[in-house]
């Protein structure tokens, strides 16, 4: 199993990031897949999804300022954050979805200043 998420950093509030996320061919084919983040002391949530079928799904915390998309050929999901805000900070992770694997991979940082 592989979940390689990167493109974390620190950043400045307004600033933008773009996250990557490689995953095995097969979690790939086979599942929609999701960007995921967990902020200090809170649960994992979902960010944004991408359907097998190409459909997107964007939370609305994150509405407006992130766009996820994938390259198949590449089994590559990405996450493009835009005006990002200090509250988005936490651990990024990339996972199947709407059923998330038990792997979580180790995630990407993405820290916000204020």
């Known amino acids: 199993v592989q979940l390689q998420a ?4 620190l950043v400045q509030a307004g600033e933008s990031l773009r996250l990557s996320c490689t995953a095995s061919g097969t979690i790939f084919k086979f599942n929609g897949m999701g960007w995921y983040r967990q902020a200090p002391g809170k649960q994992r949530e979902l960010v944004a999804a991408v359907t097998r079928d190409g459909n ?6 994150v ?3 992130f766009t996820i998309s994938r390259d ?4 590559t999901v990405y996450l493009r ?9 936490g651990v990024y992770y990339c996972n199947a979805w709407p059923n998330s694997l038990a792997y979580w991979g180790q995630g990407t940082l993405v820290t916000v200043s204020s």
């Not at 990167?6 to 950093?9: C, D, E, L, T, V």
């Not at 997107?56 to 915390?61: C, V």
């Not at 198949?72 to 089994?75: C, D, G, M, P, R």
Request: net charge positive; glycine share 20%; proline share 8%.
């Open 6 to 9: 990167s493109g974390g950093g």
């Open 56 to 61: 997107t799904i964007h939370t609305d915390p």
């Open 81 to 89: 954050m835009n005006g990002l805000k200090p509250e988005d900070t």
């Open 72 to 75: 198949k050929t590449k089994s």
């Open 63 to 65: 509405k407006g300022r």
